[in-house]
């Protein structure tokens, strides 16, 4: 270091396909103000390779952070992070992700799940000290969980000062046919009861159940649903309740080498779902 400048190099794993070397520069301007400067980078989780291309920096001023030309790229996927938080209700941090594979965030954040598709948005967040407003636009392409097929998932999101809670709103669309809609709040501060969602299904094509079922158990799902489905609880253990009515719907039960076909409500509790008086 020189004075009130000092100059870091971190490096590991070194020669190995997790090779990674971050380089910036440090600037003590006050005993609350510091200055960080990242010159160009690279790092590596699980043989994924990020580049920081371009110098961008990042201003630490007591409750103030600026980001200014902040960049992570991996071939075509990019992260960018840009603008300021602070007590200032005018100060936007802004995100952009483009084409995000979310394997690999998976692999970052050390979840035992495999995830496939691809993340797109944008967002902001501003005064998250006093009055924090959040806003974002999100939508995953080709999702799918432990190999089973999903969709295409569009999401809004923003945050309710008066629940403090974040509203969340979007649809799931399967190999272009509309599924369901979804609406409601996450409390991102409880890890119990945290979800209270609408399931909202208009005429919706029940055939996508087929991608996530058996062929040797059920097979050839098919007719259309409406109505609304309440759900709560937490993200592992979701409950589910309402009512919804099947119009045609129809299935073939591998079991009794059979089809059978229905008109007529579905009812929805915790423990499960309920048909009666099938043909």
């Known amino acids: 270091g020189n004075g009130d400048n000092l100059r870091s190099i971190l490096t590991w794993n070194p020669a190995t396909s997790n090779e990674s070397k ?21 790092f590596a989780i699980k043989s994924h390779q990020w580049i920081i291309e371009k110098e961008a920096s990042i201003l630490i001023d007591s409750t103030i ?15 960018v992070a840009n603008g300021r938080v602070s ?33 797109n948005g944008w967002g902001y967040i501003t005064n998250p000290y006093e009055n924090m407003t959040y806003m974002g636009d999100l939508n995953v392409k080709g999702l799918a969980i432990d190999n089973e097929e999903v ?11 008066n629940k403090n809670m974040i509203d969340l709103s979007g649809d799931l669309i399967y190999r272009n046919m509309p599924t369901f809609q979804f609406k409601g709040n996450y409390d991102i501060k409880k890890e119990e009861d945290n979800l209270d969602f609408d399931l909202v ?12 079922m058996d062929p ?42 059979t089809s059978f076909s229905f008109t007529g409500p579905v009812i929805a509790d915790e423990y499960g779902f309920y048909i009666n008086n099938i043909p």
Not at 23 to 37: A, G, P, V, Y
Not at 92 to 100: A, G, R, S, W, Y
């Open 22 to 42: 971050i380089e910036w520069n440090t600037k003590i301007e006050s005993d609350s103000r510091f200055l960080f400067t990242l010159e160009p980078s690279y």
């Open 65 to 79: 952070v600026d980001v200014k030309g902040l960049k992570l790229m991996n071939g075509y996927q990019y992260i």
């Open 87 to 119: 007590k200032n209700d005018e100060d936007k941090l802004n995100f952009e992700l483009n084409e995000v594979n979310l394997n690999h965030i998976a692999e970052m954040l050390g979840l035992n799940v495999n995830v496939v598709g691809k993340l």
């Open 151 to 161: 969709g295409d998932v569009y999401l809004m999101s923003q945050w309710d000062k």
């Open 201 to 212: 299904f208009d005429n919706t094509n029940i055939s996508f159940l087929n991608a996530f």
């Open 216 to 257: 040797k158990v059920v097979d050839d799902i098919r007719g259309y649903i409406n109505g609304t489905l309440d759900v709560t609880g937490s993200i592992k253990k979701p409950i589910i309740e309402g009512k919804v009515n099947l119009d045609k719907a129809g299935a073939k039960i591998a079991m009794f080498g």
